[in-house]
T-cell receptor
């Protein structure tokens, strides 16, 4: 079974500081990896997918197969980045089910 | 487009009562999912439906049943609610050619 680990429940940083949200996965094949974000009073929504290799809202995530990691990074945190972040691993089957990590709450303070 | 809608938004049940959570999507998606979200546990898949007429168990299916009524609707039923089912329930859908799951606003269920 797939497993996604997010070791930090809460990450508190100052505005303008770099952010790194950690994610490790276990998957024997080629994983589909995602970051989903849930802002206060909003729905869970997709932030990044590893294959797209794009930067969304200043966030990037690199897949490191050797370390089985998919950490989410941003060089300068903004107040509006405060949210709950979930790393997720997906299979490539017809239903493409996701396995979510336990989530990390990012708190950006002034 | 409303996207994924869920009803009700909040519900309080007594132990042993039954209820059905409703989910509908207007994006013509084939796949639909039910998750529960618990503090410290993240989101866990309860049931999913790859297409109309098919359903399958996820990680935590015990105590739940589902119905894929048609392509738009996917309901989750609790036959005899237990306090352990107190949670926030999310429905999601995904199109065949897309990797992204779209989530509903959630239903907060409390079982006393």
């Amino acid at each position: 079974a797939q497993r996604v680990t997010q070791p930090e429940k809460l990450l508190s940083v100052f505005k303008g500081a770099p952010v790194e949200l950690k994610c490790n996965y276990s998957y024997s094949g080629s994983p589909e990896l995602f970051w989903y974000v849930q802002y206060s009073r909003q729905r869970l929504q997709l932030l990044l997918r590893h294959i797209s290799r794009e930067s969304i809202k200043g966030f990037t995530a690199d897949l490191n197969k050797g370390e089985t990691s998919f950490h989410l990074k941003k060089p300068f945190a903004q107040e509006e980045d405060s949210a709950m972040y979930y790393c997720a691993s997906g299979d490539t089957g017809t239903a493409s089910k996701l396995t979510f990590g336990t989530g990390t709450r990012l708190q950006v303070t002034l | 487009n409303a996207g994924v809608t869920q009803t009700p938004k909040f519900q309080v049940l007594k132990t042993g009562q039954s209820m059905t959570l409703q989910c509908a999507q207007d994006m013509n998606h084939n796949s639909m999912y039910w998750y529960r979200q618990d503090p410290g546990m993240g989101l866990r898949l309860i049931y999913y439906s790859a297409s109309e007429g098919t359903t399958d168990k996820g990680e935590v299916p015990n105590g739940y049943n589902v119905s894929r009524l048609n392509k738009r609707e996917f309901s989750l039923r609790l036959e005899s609610a237990a306090p352990s089912q107190t949670s926030v329930y999310f429905c999601a859908s995904r199109g065949t050619l897309s990797y992204e799951q779209y989530f509903g606003p959630g239903t907060r269920l409390t079982v006393t």
